[in-house]
T-cell receptor, first 114, second 117 residues
Framework: AQSVAQPEDQVNVAEGNPLTVKCTYS??????LFWYVQYPNRGLQFLLK??????LVKGSYGFEAEFNKSQTSFHLKKPSALVSDSALYFC????????????FGTGTRLTVIP | EPEVTQTPSHQVTQMGQEVILRCVPI?????FYWYRQILGQKVEFLVS????????KSEIFDDQFSVERPDGSNFTLKIRSTKLEDSAMYFC???????????????FGPGTRLTVL
């Protein structure tokens, strides 16, 4: 079975400080991993994905994420948070073999404090 | 930049009524999906659709649900007899194609909020 855990419902960070949103996953075999962001009254916007290769992947709006196979983690990071980064962030996983559907975490609400 | 669009943005219906949620996937995409998000809960997969047939479906996608691609642009989700517990945000998504397999990024629409009274 595939699953994603986002252990923090809420993350608060001061503007200009680095941010981390945590994600761990469980999947049979190797994973494909994704981060999406949801702004109020908007759909899910794709940020970045890990497929293979370099464990550090860079995405939109200055976000990056590091794939750690031994810890089964894919934490989202940004060196310097902006107030406009405040949103709901979802981690998702699918296995390399099998169905294409994504399994999502419960989401982490990021608040960047001015 | 091409986007997935969904209509309506909000649908209110009475329990037992049929509803049709509409989506226009990104043109030239070949895979289409429906997901739902009950308020305060995670986004859950309902169904995927490729080459004019369902390719995968979840346990949630029971006989009251159906999907259709009635023409070259629309992708619809029909709920035959709505229940209170069907109240949720329904997201449509599309991805480029089978050749890239699971590396495809799924692009999501803004969602339709369904309220069943």
């Amino acid at each position: 079975a595939q699953s994603v855990a986002q252990p923090e419902d809420q993350v608060n960070v001061a503007e200009g400080n680095p941010l981390t949103v945590k994600c761990t996953y469980s999947v049979s075999g190797n994973p494909y991993l994704f981060w999406y962001v949801q702004y109020p009254n908007r759909g899910l916007q794709f940020l970045l994905k890990y497929i293979t290769g370099d464990n550090l992947v860079k995405g939109s709006y200055g976000f990056e994420a590091e794939f750690n196979k031994s810890q089964t983690s894919f934490h989202l990071k940004k060196p310097s948070a902006l107030v406009s980064d405040s949103a709901l962030y979802f981690c998702a996983v699918r296995a390399k073999t099998g169905a294409n559907n994504l399994f999502f975490g419960t989401g982490t609400r990021l608040t960047v404090i001015p | 930049e091409p986007e997935v669009t969904q209509t309506p943005s909000h649908q209110v219906t009475q329990m037992g009524q049929e509803v049709i949620l509409r989506c226009v996937p990104i043109s030239n995409h070949l895979y289409f999906y429906w997901y739902r998000q009950i308020l305060g809960q995670k986004v859950e997969f309902l169904v995927s659709f490729y080459n004019n047939e369902i390719s995968e479906k979840s346990e949630i996608f029971d006989d009251q649900f159906s999907v259709e691609r009635p023409d070259g642009s629309n992708f619809t989700l029909k709920i035959r007899s709505t229940k209170l517990e069907d109240s949720a945000m329904y997201f449509c998504a599309s991805s480029p194609g089978a050749r890239t397999g699971g590396t495809d990024t799924q692009y999501f629409g803004p969602g339709t909020r369904l309220t069943v009274l």
